[in-house]
DNA sequence: CATTTTTGTTGGATCGATTCAAATTTCTCC
DNA sequence: GGAGAAATTTGAATCGATCCAACAAAAATG
């Protein structure tokens, strides 16, 4: 049926189609866009010439310029595209943005690149009307290019201290505090901490000065909420081991070899992601220690595979379908304002904490 | 620093700073996207004015207009967005679509909606140089909708015949084969099938009139090669209960139901995706019976979930990654030919396979 | 110094649609 | 039949850039 799809040299035009039927490039755009407005017979004899001819449609690329609003929302990231489909966390997160974004029929485009100049080339490129912004490393050079674009955009899981723009995070000190609460109240005290990254590109022990001139504050007030937590169980926060790692398997394990390369052994890891929490329980299983009964450990996210490992995972649950959810929001219903949201965690007990082992 | 993102009220243009900065708009374009070729103090000088004016760079709006090549693949489904970030068969797909992507540079948007409405709306107007298509439920929808748009397209996992588009599948036929043949060497001699859909919205035991009038191929193809195999291991394959799920926990467990509320129950069960395999593991185990002592499960798909189970799963694995990277490639390199590829499938042998029980 | 080459700049045409004020046609109703 | 209202249609302007042929200026060459 129709036309043959030859003559791939020129795609035909709305105005080819009003030329052949004998009407002004108004009307033919009527025809496809209010076609209400135009007159039934010459309605039909457009569209009949329109599918005559071949013709796709309105190009959007065309309709694009004029409209000015693109419709969808990008979001950004230093990660590989893959990054999306495979991280628990941005899964569930994506999750939350995809459930805005169909209910006002927006789009999604995922930005990201393997080096920085295709990063950048990337972003000014993209074809949306705002960015949520995945701030893991690197995120401060995500936000500057991103805010050249001038666009409305959201970081999320902001990690450094600015104030100028939009963000939204959760309470990070609180959640440091319910994770190292529970493990106090159960009785330990001997713990090491799983961090994530202070500063770009660095993973191994931590000591106090990092801590202070640390550039991500979320990691700095996770420790901070462990610490002050903890010295009110009078622990001396001072002796515990605080390794940073890059939140994949390499990392963690070079942290956990050092921290059970020392004499006295922690009883309970704090780790600041499901990640590592996930990698420490495999790590310490395939050593022999048992989780909990030797060693306990608590996450924190609140990913969905925390509850199916094994044993599941204690840990500090973020409301990151919301946050999803709300990041789009706030593109998609961008007043001109900066916002900056911190959500509540709660504390998720499963199987992977239990009672400090007699010592 | 700069000036204030104040003066909302109209965004600068490229044409603005080229007069404040007195050159034409040809040298101040030339400025950004050629810089070489324009002097360099002039380029300076233009690309002060900007700075100071706080021009935002080239709008892509207007650049893709021109260019005619948006750079970005779109990747559509009737599921709603959620689907590629929580599916894991999807996910891995989507993985090597990204890994294609990236090492091209080139985007990717993600087209789908609630109501068919909307999806039209959503394919007609998606920014994109071509699509890749999930043809799941209501597959031939999704077709014939983007075949409208005219641009290239590969349909994936294609359920039905048709030969004038492109699709990337793999052997289903030889898919069952092997994990019938797999089942019998082991001594299963009753079996169940858990199928996928043969044609839209339909769930429930499956009759012989009913497969030869199947519009998802795929699916057909799948029954033909396990009936194949196991009338040559003497098995009487018309009493073989056939289940049509829809991939989903409800449907599967009505089909499990069904199938073990008859008489002479199966040591065997076929299951056209790892998803409902692991689906009847769960409902076995939940009801007592022993995997694999009492009844083995061959999935088919080979997603990573199915190492990760309890049993792990014993499958047919696709090189879905490998599906994505071609089909990615498929519309990057289009050159306006139909292709048509089928890919092999291996048998992956784990735990939930074991001998057949003496009966 | 005249001529060619090289290098830089200009401004009109174009990409493919939408919009809207003005012009035209059609319809109502007396 | 004609005035006025309503319904359609027109065509120029616009969205924001890039491209390119033509021109201008500077540099190299004979």
């Known amino acids: 049926m129709a036309s043959l799809i030859e003559g791939q040299a020129r795609p035909i035009r709305l105005a080819d189609i009003a030329k052949a039927a004998g ?11 209010r076609p209400e407005v135009v007159r039934a017979e010459v309605r039909e004899r457009v569209r009949a010439v329109a599918e005559a001819m071949g013709y796709a449609g309105p190009d959007p690329k065309g309709r694009l310029l ?27 997160m994506m999750a939350g943005i995809s459930e805005a974004c169909d209910a006002t029929g927006a789009g ?4 990201s690149a393997a080096n920085q100049e295709k990063l950048a080339w990337n972003i000014q490129s993209a074809l949306v009307d705002g ?31 600015d104030e100028t723009i ?19 109240e159960l ?26 001139s640390a550039v991500y504050t979320g990691t700095r007030d996770r420790l901070a909420g462990y610490f002050e937590e903890l010295s009110g169980f009078g622990v001396d926060t001072k002796s515990i081991p605080v390794f940073e790692t890059e ?19 922690p009883t309970a890891i704090l780790a600041m992601s499901d990640r590592m929490a996930m990698i420490a329980i495999d790590w310490l299983t395939a050593r022999g220690l048992k989780v909990p009964e030797d060693v306990s450990v608590v996450g924190f996210d609140g990913v969905p595979d925390g509850a199916l490992c094994d044993p599941p995972l204690t840990t500090i649950a973020q409301p990151i379908t919301e ?13 001109g304002a900066v916002r900056r949201e911190t959500m509540g965690v709660e504390l998720v007990v499963r199987a992977s904490t239990g009672p400090a082992p007699i010592s």
Chains 1, 2 share one sequence.
């Open 323 to 335: 946050i999803g959810r709300r990041a789009a929001r706030m593109i998609l219903d961008y007043d």
């Open 187 to 212: 009785g330990h005290r001997r713990f090491a901490v799983l961090s994530l990254t202070l500063g770009d590109d660095r993973t191994g022990f931590v000591t106090p000065e990092m801590v202070r």
């Open 247 to 265: 939140n994949e398997q390499r990392s963690t394990w070079a942290g956990l070899e050092a921290i059970f390369a020392g004499g006295e052994r």
């Open 108 to 111: 999604i485009a995922l930005v």
């Open 131 to 161: 960015f949520i912004l995945f701030c893991i490393e690197g995120g401060s050079r995500l936000v500057e290019l991103t805010r050249e674009r001038r666009l409305p955009f959201v970081a999320l899981e902001l990690g450094f201290h």
């Open 23 to 33: 009407v002004s490039h108004g009307t033919a755009s009527n025809v496809f866009s």
């Open 66 to 92: 004029r409209a000015g609003k693109v419709n969808a929302i990008g979001v950004g990231t230093t990660e590989p595209l893959s990054y999306f489909f495979e991280d628990p966390f941005a899964r569930v």
């Open 166 to 184: 939009s963000a939204i995070g959760v309470d990070n000190i609180a959640g440091g505090r319910l994770a190292a609460r529970h493990l106090a």
